[in-house]
């Protein structure tokens, strides 16, 4: 078995969120993306057995790699609104700064390689906002509601947030998250 290059690897993860940003998860051709990386076609099946392989690694690597960094923003000993707004603005600035990322992300839930990834990556990935969920629950800070409904008032308000902002609707500055977490708030408080 050949040896696998980190620096080879990077590039075929970072062209390939290219291409899905560009074109989708249909425009990922194996020989196409081996070209444009400079690499045969062979080397690239040392790195992925195929594209169904290629698009759950790189899918399982984001979500582990971006849960585990968002987990890093919040501390214990924050008070719990504080606690909820900081992973919200986590995931407003990673949709901001990582648009290449976060369309990987958004398609791959919508398209038959979601299933592929494993239930335990899925839930590590909500299990901090779930956990946090049921602690504002458990505090009487929150709905006592669905915790999906919740996440999805929560979801939704962040991605309009982050549509806003890209749009040049809205100028990211503190008034303004300010502003839109309170709505956030405002919808989930009980």
């Given at each position: 078995?050949?040896v696998?290059?980190?620096?080879?690897?990077?590039?075929?993860?970072?062209?390939?969120?290219?291409?899905?940003?560009?074109?989708?998860?249909?425009?990922i051709k194996?020989?196409?993306?081996?070209?444009?990386?400079?690499?045969?076609?062979?080397?690239?099946?040392?790195?992925?057995?195929?594209?169904?392989?290629?698009?759950?690694?790189?899918?399982?690597?984001?979500?582990?790699?971006?849960?585990?960094?968002?987990?890093?923003?919040?501390?214990?000993?924050?008070?719990?609104k504080?606690?909820?707004?900081?992973l919200?603005?986590?995931w407003?600035?990673?949709?901001?700064?990582?648009?290449?990322?976060m369309?990987?992300?958004?398609?791959?839930?919508?398209?038959?390689y979601?299933?592929?990834?494993?239930?335990?990556?899925?839930?590590?990935?909500?299990?901090?906002?779930?956990?946090?969920?049921?602690?504002?629950?458990?505090?009487?800070?929150?709905?006592?509601?669905?915790?999906?409904?919740?996440?999805?008032?929560?979801?939704?308000?962040?991605?309009?947030?982050?549509?806003?902002?890209?749009?040049?609707?809205?100028?990211?500055n503190q008034?303004?998250?300010?502003?839109?977490?309170?709505?956030?708030?405002?919808?989930?408080?009980?």
């Amino acid at each position: 078995m050949r040896v696998k290059d980190e620096t080879k690897q990077l590039a075929i993860v970072e062209n390939t969120l290219d291409v899905v940003f560009e074109r989708g998860f249909a425009g990922i051709k194996m020989a196409d993306l081996a070209n444009r990386v400079g690499l045969s076609v062979s080397t690239l099946y040392v790195y992925y057995r195929n594209k169904e392989d290629l698009i759950v690694s790189i899918a399982i690597g984001l979500i582990e790699r971006e849960t585990q960094r968002s987990e890093q923003e919040i501390t214990e000993d924050l008070p719990y609104k504080l606690k909820l707004k900081m992973l919200w603005l986590f995931w407003i600035n990673f949709s901001i700064n990582n648009k290449k990322e976060m369309s990987f992300l958004e398609q791959l839930k919508k398209s038959p390689y979601y299933e592929k990834v494993p239930i335990s990556v899925k839930e590590t990935k909500s299990k901090m906002a779930m956990n946090l969920i049921e602690l504002g629950k458990r505090e009487g800070l929150l709905k006592n509601i669905d915790n999906n409904i919740l996440m999805g008032i929560i979801g939704a308000l962040m991605g309009e947030t982050v549509k806003l902002i890209m749009d040049g609707k809205m100028e990211l500055n503190q008034k303004n998250i300010d502003f839109m977490f309170s709505m956030v708030w405002d919808a989930i408080k009980s």
